[in-house]
């Protein structure tokens, strides 16, 4: 496992939706997305963060959209899927996999901000190609199977003054 040092190169990906249901069903509150990128970043070089969401046409979303962008990520904006029988999906587990499998050849560290366990085979991918990964979000609502696989994780609910609004 490498340590952190100012020259590493970080990118940041949040996975918008797991990250507000976890914040919402454990502490009622949102995510402060500013002291999230904060402490993921380190004081290292940021090369890229970017925060996947979900549009479900609520009237706030646009407003959430440009705040993360004032914050300074980029947003990749999935609209969600109603099928026929009435269930709605969304997710961006192949979307994060893709761009973190592209940037792993342009940064030293991937922070991955989610707690599900889909991720976990592609944290020992990057970590088998040299780069470290760190993974934040709640202890408790995380895969067992992503806190073992990343080189660090760090529990939001441990600084929920920090992290949560």
Known sequence: MTSIHPGQRVAVLAD?????HSAQSLHSQNIDYAALLSKAVQDR???RAIAYVIRADSPEEETF??????????T?????????????????????SLDAVTLADHVDTVVLCTGDGDFSR???????????VEVMAFDSSTAE????????FIDLGDRTETFLL
């Not at 918008?16 to 507000?20: E, F, R, S, V």
């Open 122 to 132: 592609l944290v020992s991918h990057l970590r088998h190609e040299g780069v470290r």
């Open 45 to 47: 070089i940021l090369t």
């Open 65 to 74: 959209f440009e705040a993360l962008s004032d914050i300074g990520f980029e």
């Open 16 to 20: 918008a939706q797991n990250l507000y």
């Open 145 to 152: 199977e992503l806190k073992d696989a990343a080189d660090t």
């Open 76 to 96: 990749k904006i999935k609209d969600i899927k109603t099928f026929q029988d009435g269930t709605k999906k969304a997710d961006w587990d192949v979307g994060m």
